[in-house]
T-cell receptor, first 114, second 114 residues
Framework: DQQVKQNSPSLSVQEGRISILNCDYTNSMFDYFLWYKKYPAEGPTFLISISSIKDKNEDGRFTVFLNKSAKHLSLHIVPSQPGDSAVYFCAASLYGGSQGNLIFGKGTKLSVKP | NAGVTQTPKFRILKIGQSMTLQCTQDMNHNYMYWYRQDPGMGLKLIYYSVGAGITDKGEVPNGYNVSRSTTEDFPLRLELAAPSQTSVYFC?????????????FGSGTRLTVV
């Protein structure tokens, strides 16, 4: 039973355009949502997070939107750059992660073409 | 600043052999975690620790053991390796389980059991 779902295994966009990565979840008790970026042969790198009490968080080119009624969040990257090409994982936490409860989706591979 | 260091980076084990995956962090984080990532899947939590001397099981603990004698080190022990343990293993750490600030991951250990 997947609690965090990333239904698109891959996404390809042109450099300079917007990339939108989507994530759905089933557990309404999640209190934080996070996005991680992963390059091949490296560990995941924390990108941006959002508390469940907010609906938007922005950090430079990256914006995360949360729609609690739809149990859906999305990561927008504007403008997309070739260096953004990586696998993006959506993750969610219970109890602020205090009990190791960080649950990951399967990831979406983003390819940004020059 | 080294962050989270994992050794070895690669290892091939024969069925029934044992090994220890090493993980060290120099950020004085009190929380540490072990995840595994199977191909095309998200990361699954094996064990975590909220401080020296305290460990707890995650989602997939069977076949593994951990210990936490110091703040810095969190080794993962595989006893009687099985092909199902072929995976990429990531160690991570965080401060006080604050998921909203993200976890810092190591670069991973790729383990093959043959």
């Amino acid at each position: 039973d997947q609690q965090v779902k990333q239904n698109s295994p891959s996404l390809s966009v042109q450099e300079g355009r917007i990339s939108i990565l989507n994530c759905d979840y089933t557990n309404s008790m999640f209190d934080y949502f996070l996005w991680y970026k992963k390059y091949p042969a490296e560990g995941p790198t924390f990108l941006i997070s959002i508390s469940s009490i907010k609906d938007k968080n922005e950090d430079g080119r990256f914006t995360v939107f949360l729609n609690k009624s739809a149990k859906h969040l999305s990561l927008h990257i504007v403008p997309s750059q070739p260096g953004d090409s990586a696998v993006y994982f959506c993750a969610a936490s219970l109890y602020g992660g205090s009990q190791g409860n960080l649950i990951f989706g399967k990831g979406t591979k983003l390819s940004v073409k020059p | 600043n080294a962050g989270v260091t994992q050794t070895p980076k690669f290892r091939i084990l024969k069925i029934g052999q044992s090994m220890t995956l090493q993980c060290t962090q120099d950020m004085n984080h009190n929380y540490m975690y072990w995840y595994r990532q199977d191909p095309g899947m998200g990361l699954k939590l094996i064990y975590y620790s909220v401080g020296a001397g305290i460990t707890d099981k995650g989602e997939v603990p069977n076949g593994y053991n951990v210990s936490r004698s110091t703040t810095e080190d969190f080794p993962l022990r595989l006893e009687l390796a099985a092909p199902s343990q072929t995976s990429v293993y990531f160690c991570a750490s965080s401060y006080a389980g604050q998921a909203g600030y993200g976890y810092t991951f190591g670069s991973g250990t790729r383990l093959t059991v043959v």
